[in-house]
């Protein structure tokens, strides 16, 4: 058993991550060319992890699913990044984006971890800035910022709605500037399925060639996953349809431990389910929540109502009620578990899905009265404009319609101070990994994440491992490459060839997708989750008796990456049930039920689930590893969003 | 709604393709176009046949990665608009559907629907980039750019590398593309030291592609998903 070290720093808090750094084994210039190093994913986190190792001079083979590096989801992010410049004179500093993040992640974070990422935060800017990602500017040519997410301070940069894609267009131009210098070499359309692990180290990674079906093997000194997110367990989310949790799931299965499965965050303002043919959701921003009053109809006959025909005192303005001082402001959990609240109750407005009414009214009438459709416009015209090319409503005459969204995954691959997970030699960085924002994270800070890992702290302790390792060549033909190369083409075998093939991927992945929805998603209750647990037992069941699979294994066949997929999401959808039972108490976007104050505020109990639970894989049977939180330098308060 | 769709289906690169005609039921006009094919796919896995293949990945106009032809028009004829934005109710007059891939020599078919954009990323790689290495930028505020030139910079930087201006244009040029990058980093003090270089550098990569030159069709301009302008292209003549 594999003993939870997280190998971080003593000493001033200030301090910790200079004095890492000092520590931290290195190697010379001349000598970095002879390492090898493997970087799945091509996200924030990847893309900037390739051009950094670059850089240096290390050899660096890089891969991804889509058909360019420059398409992997981080591009989708819209809001902003996070840094604490202080250039708005707000009184912010390394040390309040530090703790608004710990706050905000309601103390299921590590404090050395979070402030060493405030820290770097700068740098990230100054990096972006110099690649010639266009922020937004001020007239006098400073940098200009907004406040986001509920902060009191002005510390996001952005570039229009587009932040992530300009963010990651930068990452991937250095990228690819390394391609062209030859020590990254990049393969798109593949995907990893099988980690090589030769005593006891990763060793190198099974791809299958996405277009022509070859199975290959990739050797290397260590391999880091920038694999990003598993929000799509739940089928439905503003996650691309490619995102999936196979390389990590993959590193859970050969011993890596898989830390809070069940945090993930549901994002309030998102575009409605219509239809049993939806593939996705779309995400509107935020910003929205800032003139938008939310309200759903009392009366329940007039839910199929026009809602301009609502009568004011008919609406129920639910979160002014609930939360007067926040009111349409409270943060992102909160939100979302009360406006299910309300269609639970059956107050829900728009299309029928699966017999309830699901979302609620985002209504602009009052704030275009007072400034004006003109003014709205300028404000808000993009976002008013995807609203109606996705829904067909005009959003300035009758009131959007929201729901809420499984967005972004805080649970992933546990990993040390240095992102090494607890497998020797396997890193892990961005959204893959559970490090940075406990059980809830903040609006803009999760392209910081991604960045920090990539640019500034995996190429140091990446080094460091390096150094102080020695590593013997490996061939093709050692028997672990050979046994790991069988498995994954026997598991293709499996999945091509069912005893009853009856069912497509995609039925196999609403099912586990709604059952997640259901007991493991905004509220959680013990009995449920339970009840999921057994479903769920019976679908893997399923599953592998009756995936169908047309066509053949040896070409371009999305239905057999789909199957692949799903079958590791279902096996992933288990541990997240194991883990949200285990955990007793509500904090940040884990709502259990029977751990909710009245107000439907987390009741969240330090003394006996103040861990970071990291689970070791074990068939159906789960092994927990606690990570005591020592907090340090923070006393954990209550969050009140009264 | 019902609709009769002919598909180009092609096994691989090398293989020549044909027209196939399916028909699809039921579809609701809530329905995006990419889940109508969703839909068409999981009909041919009842029936036990090979899924048509089709590119998509974020589903929300970003990523680029969508690019269908639909009666004759890349991401159809919607403006501004990419192909996994496009919704059934659009094509409520219109029950008959000619669906092919981009179509040009320098981004070969895959297979169906599916093409090879490598091309764009060698571009890139050509000189798409600042020379700047992890560690060495100065703090961010200490280079000011006119509000003006990075409103322009990141009008130019919203392309998302489709390829439609490709699949649209008479010559098969990249031109657009080309430009919109080139003009990005022109724009702003720190891109612009190296322009020179980088120009000649990208628009002799983009030659050896195979991609063709620019003759001022301007069709490129109207069908690109992000309204990227032919300005740029004019912009990048300056500069060569």
């Not at chain 1, 900037?48 to 240096?56: H, M, R, Y």
């Not at chain 1, 009856?502 to 586990?512: L, T």
């Not at chain 2, 009666?71 to 409520?92: F, I, V």
């Not at chain 2, 000619?98 to 050509?126: G, N």
Request: hydrophobic share 35%; net charge negative.
């Amino acid at each position: 058993m594999h003993k939870l070290n997280s190998n971080v720093p003593t000493g001033p808090l200030e301090n910790r991550w200079e004095k890492h750094k000092f520590d931290l084994a290195l190697i010379a210039p001349q000598n970095r060319k002879k390492y090898n190093i493997i970087v799945i994913g091509t996200g924030l986190a990847g893309a900037s992890l390739c051009a950094t190792l670059g850089e240096a001079g290390y050899n660096v083979q890089s891969f991804c699913y889509n058909d360019s590096p420059r398409r992997a989801h981080s591009i989708a992010a819209q809001g902003g990044v996070n840094a604490s410049k202080n250039y708005q004179n707000d009184g912010d500093s390394t040390w309040r984006l530090f703790y608004d993040t710990i706050k905000g992640g309601d103390f299921r974070a590590r404090e050395s971890n979070i402030y060493r990422l405030a820290q770097l935060s700068c740098n990230i800017i100054d990096q972006a800035v110099s690649q010639g990602v266009p922020f937004a500017r001020e007239y006098s040519g400073y940098l200009a910022n907004r406040s986001f997410g509920g902060t009191q301070v002005s510390r996001t940069f952005y570039a229009r709605g587009q932040t992530g894609q300009q963010l990651l267009l930068g990452a991937y131009s250095s990228m690819s500037k390394e391609i062209a210098s030859g020590r990254v070499s990049h393969k798109s359309r593949c995907e990893m399925l099988e980690l090589i692990i030769i005593e006891g180290r990763a060793r190198g990674i099974v791809v299958r060639d996405l277009v022509t079906g070859e199975i290959s093997s990739h050797l290397a000194d260590c391999v880091v996953m920038c694999t990003g997110g598993y929000s799509n367990a739940y089928y439905l989310s503003t996650n691309a349809k490619g995102c999936n949790t196979s390389a990590t799931w993959r590193a859970h299965k050969n011993g890596a431990y898989f830390a809070n499965p069940s945090f993930t965050q549901i994002h309030p303002t998102c575009v409605p389910p219509t239809g049993d043919s939806q593939s996705k959701l779309t995400l509107m921003s935020e910003s929205l929540r800032n003139d938008g009053r939310i309200w759903a109809p009392k009366k329940i006959e007039d839910c199929d109502k026009n809602p301009n025909d609502i009568a004011d005192e008919d609406r129920d303005y639910f979160l002014e009620r609930m939360y007067p001082a926040f009111a349409n402001l409270v943060p992102r959990d909160i939100a979302s578990r009360a406006l299910k609240g309300i269609c639970d109750e059956g107050r829900g407005v728009g299309s029928v899905v699966n017999n309830q009414r699901l979302g609620v009214y985002l209504d602009f009438s009052s704030v275009i009265q007072k400034m004006g459709s003109d003014k709205v416009k300028e404000k808000y015209g993009n976002l008013f404009d995807m609203y109606q090319s996705i829904t067909g409503e005009n959003p300035y005459e009758v009131p959007m319609k929201i729901y809420p969204a499984p967005h972004y995954t805080m649970g992933g691959l546990w990993v040390d101070y240095n992102l090494m997970t607890t497998i020797d030699g396997l890193f892990a960085c961005g959204e893959a990994n559970f490090s940075d924002h406990g059980a809830n994270r903040l609006g803009a800070s999760a392209l910081m994440q991604g960045l920090a890992d990539g640019y500034f702290v995996a190429p140091q302790t990446v080094a460091n491992y390096l150094a102080k390792g020695k590593f013997e060549e490996i061939t093709h033909d050692h028997p672990e490459v050979v046994s790991t190369l069988e498995s994954v083409k026997n598991r293709i075998e499996s999945l091509m060839n069912a005893p009853d093939p009856k069912h497509s991927p995609d039925y196999f992945h609403r099912k586990i997708g709604s059952i997640l929805w259901t007991s493991c998603g905004m509220a959680r209750d013990k009995e449920s989750l339970k009840e999921a647990i057994k479903s769920i037992e019976q679908i893997k069941t399923d599953f592998w008796n009756n995936i169908k699979v047309t066509g053949t294994d040896k070409d371009f066949n999305q239905t057999l990456e789909k199957a692949g997929r799903v079958a590791d999401f279902i096996e992933l959808g288990h541990l997240m049930c194991v883990d949200a039972l285990d955990r007793e108490e509500s904090c940040g976007a884990h709502a259990r039920l029977e751990y909710l104050a009245e107000s439907g505020d987390a009741m969240r109990d330090d003394e006996n689930f103040g861990y970071v639970a990291a689970w070791e894989f074990n068939e159906n049977n789960p092994t927990l590893h606690k990570e005591d939180l020592n907090f340090e330098f923070i006393k954990p308060t209550y969050r009140d969003y009264k | 709604m019902n609709f009769t769709l002919h598909i180009w289906r092609q096994k691989n690169t090398n293989s020549t393709g044909e027209f196939v005609t399916y028909s699809v039921n039921d579809i609701d006009s809530d329905t995006s176009f990419l889940e109508m094919l969703d839909q068409l796919n999981e009909d041919l896995i009842d029936k036990g046949e090979d899924c048509v293949v089709f590119d998509y990945d974020c589903r929300e106009g970003i990523c680029g990665t969508c690019s269908l032809v639909i009666n004759g028009h890349p991401h159809g004829e919607k403006k501004a608009t990419t192909t996994c934005q496009l919704y059934m109710r659009d094509y409520a007059e219109q029950p008959e559907l000619w669906i092919e891939p981009w179509r040009a020599k320098s981004f070969p078919i895959v297979k169906d629907l599916a093409v090879k954009r490598d091309a764009f990323d060698r571009i890139i790689q050509s000189g798409g980039f600042i020379s700047t290495s992890v560690g060495s930028a100065p703090e961010a505020n200490s280079q000011l750019v006119n509000k003006d030139d990075a409103d322009c910079a990141f009008d130019s930087a919203i392309c998302i590398g489709c390829g439609a201006c490709v699949a649209v244009c008479p010559n098969a040029s990249a031109s657009l593309f080309v430009a919109a990058k080139i003009n990005h980093f022109e724009r702003l003090p720190q891109g612009k030291i190296e322009s020179g270089k980088r120009a000649e550098r990208m628009i002799n990569q983009m030659e050896q592609e195979g991609f063709g030159s620019c003759s001022n069709h301007r069709h490129c301009e109207t069908v690109c998903p992000k309204e990227i302008s032919v300005s740029n292209i004019a912009a990048m003549n300056k500069i060569l």
